[in-house]
């Protein structure tokens, strides 16, 4: 690890202060993901603002009837939430679904979304990497790629979004709030918060230098059955090979999210359009200009079974 200077904000405008005035400066929270990164030396900040102490760990109703989830929330808490169990299922079942019980106590809510996407070969530094060293190469295009995305992918990166708390806000249309060093607040809805790769993999979010996550908030509850299906190699402790997080409408009507497929969680149209021509359809729709290697062809197949398997819980609930 290289050596780096550290300071404890006290509150979000200082922190986002230091962030633009100290170049390389860092936000870190848990630390779950950044600190690991730095240890590779992959991730090498200058300075890191601890975060911990600006009060962003409340989870309250908003006034449209909606929820506002602090980035501070430790994604353990937030699975917990008496309000998030009840009305946002699939938030807590995807919440439980990552990584083990000892992260979900570090991890944030902010942290979460930012976490990078990686494959194997990011981790490595002797071989090359788009992510780590933009114009280098992806050694994934022609490496082991089972676990990597087939959807959304470029040329440059085929890195698959690891989070399963991201697929559900997908699911649920959140927006991220933030607050910039001048004080300026917006709320970026959650479709165009993660980037797909393109020429430039190593830009992975639409946030701008030092600007800082502040909440997520959800909208009014939409009801229905929900639910969430993670296909892994493990139980524990492993990323999505492909992972579902779906809404039935007691209309007939459903919304699907996907994980484990692409750059970032994966959400179409096309694909809630299809819920009654079934799972296969649903499937064929959301994977649509799909390019799988030879290795990870099989998720294809995999997506639709899992779904089939969400319809027949969802049979079975009612």
């Given amino acids: 690890m290289k050596p780096f200077t550290y300071s404890r904000a006290a509150s979000v405008q200082e922190a986002a202060q230091t962030a633009a005035s100290v170049q390389g400066a860092r936000f870190i929270a848990g630390g779950t993901n950044l600190l690991d990164l730095m240890k590779l030396q992959i991730e090498t900040p200058t300075h890191l603002i601890d975060v911990n102490h600006i009060g962003l760990n409340r989870i309250e109703a908003t006034d449209e009837g909606g929820l506002r989830i602090g980035a501070l929330v430790r994604n353990t808490d937030l699975a917990a939430n008496e309000v998030v169990r009840r009305d946002y299922a699939v938030l807590s079942r995807a919440l439980l679904a990552g990584a083990s019980g000892q992260l979900r106590n570090k991890a944030t809510t902010a942290g979460n979304l930012l976490q990078r996407t990686r494959c194997p070969y990011f981790y490595d530094t002797r071989m ?122 007691e209309d007939g009507s459903a919304r699907f999210a996907f994980g484990g497929i692409a750059p970032k969680p994966w959400r179409v149209d096309a694909a809630d359009a299809a819920v009654g021509s079934g799972p296969k359809a649903v499937a064929d729709a959301a994977l649509a200009g799909a390019q799988p290697t030879a290795q990870n062809a099989f998720k294809q197949g995999l997506t639709a079974r899992t779904l089939a398997s969400l319809f027949r819980q969802k049979e079975a609930r009612a």
Avoid: W
Wanted: net charge positive.
């Fill in 128 to 249: 090359p990497c788009n992510k780590r060293k933009p114009g280098s190469g992806c050694a994934a295009m022609k490496g082991i790629s089972r676990g990597l995305a087939i959807i959304g992918t470029s040329d440059a990166c085929i890195a698959q979004h690891p989070s399963d708390m991201a697929v559900a806000m997908r699911l649920l249309d959140a927006n991220v709030e933030t607050v910039t060093a001048d004080g300026t607040r917006r709320s970026i809805p959650i479709a165009d918060f993660h980037l797909l790769p393109g020429d430039t993999p190593h830009v992975e979010h639409r946030l701008t230098p030092g600007e800082l996550i502040a909440a997520v908030t959800l909208p009014p509850p939409i009801g229905g059955t929900q639910v969430y299906r993670k296909v892994r190699d493990r139980a524990s402790y492993a990323f999505a090979l492909v992972s579902v997080a779906a809404v039935f409408g």
